[in-house]
């Protein structure tokens, strides 16, 4: 159960910090395959990490 929430809080925070790494990616520019992959990777990973951390408990007001 604690591994759980761990699991949950650090996808939830992932995906709320994730879109700082999108600003250094996108003002260097997209201009090869591996940034664009890196672009790609980004995406997938912040996508993943908000079905993971959708869940939270601490995003939720009391």
């Not at 995906?15 to 997938?44: H, K, N, Q």
Request: charge should be negative.
């Amino acid at each position: 159960m604690a591994l759980d929430h761990s699991v949950t809080a650090v996808g939830f925070w992932l995906g709320t910090l994730l879109p700082i790494a999108y600003v250094p990616v996108i003002l260097i520019g997209i201009d090869s395959m591996s940034r664009f992959s890196l672009f790609v990777g980004l995406l997938a990973l912040h996508a993943l990490a908000l079905v993971v951390g959708h869940e939270y408990d601490g995003s939720r007001t009391r």
